[in-house]
């Protein structure tokens, strides 16, 4: 079954990107991964989703590597704001649809 | 405004008193899922739907029931609660029948005495 492992961590400065690695391993080929976002005291906020090599979008880009043992979830030129708790998610593209949730990456981005 | 709705958002009440926490969309979405957020576990998966009339465990389902009659509400019961379901609760729902892109409501922060 796959495992998720995160980073518990991470600090940055406003302005600059920040990568945030996922370690997954076992994902068979339509598994895919997600990123959420989750400020405190409230739900978690859909970031991006793919399977494999890129993905971008206005907000952030994922990176998949050949293996899709990890995915990175990068924020281009952080702020303030972009201070909160970041998962990945591998969903288990079987007929069960099963999730597999990373433990979060805290994100503090001071000024 | 497209939103996922839960009530309510807080509640204590105490072991074996049955209770319902509601969820309900206005999105027309499929796919709807009940977490539970609990320190150092991080989300886990209680039950979900890929529509209408048709539910499945998840990694946690022990101690909860769900129902989904019509496609915008997807009610999470427990009919005997206890103190360790105390934990926050957030329902969610995705486009299509898959947990694509979900959309997550603002949470039940649930106390069982």
């Known amino acids: 079954l796959a495992k998720t492992t995160q980073p518990i961590s991470m600090d940055s400065y406003e302005g600059q990107e920040v990568n945030i690695t996922c370690s997954h391993n076992?994902?068979?080929?339509?598994?895919?991964i997600t990123w959420y976002q989750q400020f405190p005291s409230q739900g978690p906020r859909f970031i991006i989703q793919?399977?494999?090599t890129k993905v971008t979008n206005e907000v952030a880009s994922l990176f998949i590597p050949a293996d899709r043992k990890s995915s990175t979830l990068s924020l281009p030129r952080v702020s303030l704001s972009d201070t909160a708790v970041y998962y990945c998610?591998?969903?288990?593209?079987?007929?069960?649809?099963?999730?597999?949730f990373g433990t979060g990456t805290r994100l503090l981005v001071s000024p | 405004e497209a939103q996922v709705t839960q009530n309510p958002r807080y509640l204590i009440t105490v072991t074996g008193k049955k209770l319902t926490v509601t969820c309900s969309q206005n999105?027309?979405?499929?796919?709807m899922s009940w977490y539970r957020q609990d320190p150092g576990l991080g989300l886990r998966q209680i039950y979900y739907?890929?529509?209408?009339?048709?539910?499945d465990k998840g990694d946690v389902p022990e101690g909860y029931k769900v129902s989904r009659k019509e496609k915008r509400n997807f009610p999470l019961i427990l009919e005997s609660p206890s103190p360790n379901q105390t934990s926050l609760y957030f329902c969610?729902?995705?486009?299509?029948?898959?947990?694509?892109?979900?959309?997550f409501g603002p949470g039940t922060r649930l106390t069982v005495t």
């Open positions: 739907s890929m529509n209408v009339e048709v539910t």
């Open positions: 076992n994902i068979a080929t339509n598994d895919y």
């Open positions: 998610l591998v969903v288990l593209n079987t007929g069960f649809q099963k999730l597999v």
């Open positions: 999105m027309n979405h499929e796919y």
């Open positions: 793919g399977y494999k």
């Open positions: 969610a729902s995705s486009p299509g029948t898959r947990p694509d892109e979900q959309y």
